[in-house]
């Protein structure tokens, strides 16, 4: 196999069509193709099904695109580590970032790591672990900072925590139920909440379950980023459900407000995850410790602002 056939590989993938790949990575039509059937050639498979709207991977494609993206992005290190030995530090770095980090400790570690590495480009994934996992898997991204849980497949990742921190219910100012002690007074509303397609049962138990408070499942409505969430909750007399840390960013804070109930919820941790079968480049090296940079000293600070955060979090480094 040779590099300009999984780079082909990969870009139909990406891009669905063969005319948009050859656009993609700069060649004519006829190169792309002739790549993927040097490749098929080689392997005795087919990787490709043509249809009328474009090209599909088959079973065998798919499974050699997990291979070349991750190789892909190896070389794509490899090259940035040569780069950075030269002296001139420069390329590209992806990394996914849980929310309400992304809204609170992010923008100053993006500046430091700015001005130590000014020539590396940053591409930042808001969202989930659900999203952040398979990119780290196949080489895509190098590192997320966001939720280490028990469902985490330890094997394929390392897990360096952060700090932990609760979970709590909120609820639009001025909500009819705001006043509420319980979360079995809560079990005839409507719910929006955000969370991954493969922990809808733990998250209802750690919601509802654990408490012994059953819900009609009608009631628990799911919105895909946490904006919709926000904008549900603030703009409806829907509750949620989010990170304690995320009350303490004053244009959340303005919209919603926590209730204060009598059970207690998830305690979760928050930690930066990279695949374990990899070493991180010099670029996810450096945002590395620009992140535990400004966690130590912002955890140490005196302003009201970073006091207000850090009450909130159990330190872990």
Same mark, same amino acid.
């Given at each position: 196999?040779?590099?300009?056939?999984? @780079?082909?590989?990969?870009?139909? =993938?990406?891009?669905?069509? &063969?005319? =948009?790949?050859?656009?993609?990575?700069?060649?004519?039509?006829? =190169?792309?193709?002739?790549?993927?059937?040097?490749? *098929?050639?080689?392997?005795?498979?087919?990787?490709?099904?043509? $249809?009328?709207?474009?090209?599909?991977?088959?079973?065998?494609?798919?499974?050699?695109?997990?291979?070349?993206?991750?190789?892909?992005?190896?070389?794509?290190?490899?090259?940035?580590?040569?780069?950075?030995?030269?002296?001139?530090?420069?390329?590209?770095?992806?990394?996914?970032?849980?929310?309400?980090?992304?809204?609170?400790?992010?923008?100053?570690?993006?500046?430091?790591?700015?001005?130590?590495?000014?020539?590396v480009r940053l591409e930042?994934?808001?969202?989930?672990?659900?999203?952040?996992?398979?990119?780290?898997?196949?080489?895509?991204? *190098?590192?997320?900072?966001?939720?280490?849980?028990?469902?985490?497949?330890?094997?394929e990742f390392s897990c360096?925590?952060?700090? =932990?921190? *609760?979970?709590?219910? &909120?609820?639009?100012?001025?909500?009819?139920?705001?006043?509420?002690? /319980? &979360?079995?007074?809560?079990?005839?509303?409507?719910?929006?909440?955000?969370?991954?397609?493969? $922990?809808?049962?733990?998250?209802?138990?750690?919601?509802?379950?654990?408490?012994?408070?059953l819900i009609a499942v009608?009631?628990?409505?799911?919105?895909?980023?946490?904006?919709?969430?926000?904008?549900?909750?603030?703009?409806?007399?829907?509750? /949620?459900?989010?990170?304690?840390?995320?009350?303490?960013?004053?244009?959340?804070?303005?919209?919603?407000?926590?209730?204060?109930?009598?059970?207690?919820?998830?305690?979760?941790?928050?930690? &930066?995850?990279?695949?374990? $079968?990899? @070493?991180?480049?010099?670029?996810?090296?450096?945002?590395?410790?620009?992140?535990?940079?400004?966690?130590?000293?912002?955890?140490?600070?005196?302003?009201?602002?970073?006091?207000?955060?850090?009450?909130?979090?159990?330190?872990?480094?």
């Amino acid at each position: 196999m040779k590099l300009h056939q999984l @780079q082909a590989l990969v870009a139909i =993938a990406d891009c669905g069509s &063969i005319r =948009a790949a050859a656009r993609k990575i700069g060649v004519s039509q006829t =190169a792309v193709a002739k790549s993927l059937r040097e490749l *098929e050639s080689h392997l005795q498979l087919p990787l490709l099904t043509r $249809n009328a709207s474009g090209v599909l991977l088959t079973h065998y494609g798919h499974s050699l695109l997990l291979h070349a993206r991750q190789m892909l992005g190896q070389l794509e290190q490899a090259q940035l580590e040569l780069t950075h030995l030269r002296g001139q530090t420069e390329g590209h770095l992806r990394l996914g970032i849980s929310p309400w980090m992304g809204m609170t400790l992010l923008p100053e570690v993006v500046q430091l790591f700015r001005q130590r590495m000014p020539q590396v480009r940053l591409e930042i994934f808001e969202g989930l672990m659900a999203v952040a996992l398979p990119r780290l898997r196949d080489g895509t991204m *190098e590192l997320a900072v966001g939720l280490v849980s028990a469902l985490m497949p330890r094997p394929e990742f390392s897990c360096d925590p952060l700090f =932990a921190y *609760e979970m709590t219910v &909120i609820a639009r100012h001025g909500h009819p139920k705001q006043d509420c002690r /319980s &979360i079995h007074d809560l079990l005839d509303q409507d719910w929006v909440v955000n969370y991954p397609d493969a $922990n809808h049962d733990s998250f209802m138990h750690e919601l509802f379950g654990q408490h012994g408070a059953l819900i009609a499942v009608e009631h628990v409505q799911r919105a895909q980023s946490l904006q919709l969430m926000l904008s549900l909750t603030e703009q409806t007399d829907m509750l /949620s459900y989010c990170p304690e840390p995320m009350l303490t960013v004053p244009v959340f804070a303005e919209r919603v407000t926590r209730l204060n109930l009598a059970e207690s919820f998830a305690t979760d941790t928050i930690g &930066i995850v990279t695949p374990r $079968n990899s @070493q991180p480049g010099s670029a996810a090296q450096c945002f590395i410790e620009c992140i535990l940079q400004v966690v130590r000293r912002r955890s140490r600070s005196s302003k009201a602002d970073d006091r207000r955060l850090f009450d909130t979090l159990q330190m872990l480094i």
